[in-house]
């Protein structure tokens, strides 16, 4: 039972969002969530981009171009394949709660 998906609430730029994760994921989840919504923040309150859909793509370039630039400094994050799928499910799942808000 412990690797079954249960619903994790999570806050992201004050929008409450429900996703299933395994128990054994559910403090990176809410980490990740915690993440996200700061930098959505930052991007918010600079006041140059307005509405959530482009706060949210201007959100993840500035994310993506964190890991990227972390990858050409020789830092090997995510280490190993597994840790890959693991933030790509975790990916997935934010954007599937996304996904569902903007319908």
Known sequence: MSGQNKPVKLMILDKDYTVACPESERQNLLDCADYLSEKMRVVRESGKVMGTERILVMTALNIVHELLQLQQNGTSYPSD???????QQLIDKINAAQNKYLR
């Open 81 to 87: 394949e597994s840790s890959a799928e693991e933030i």
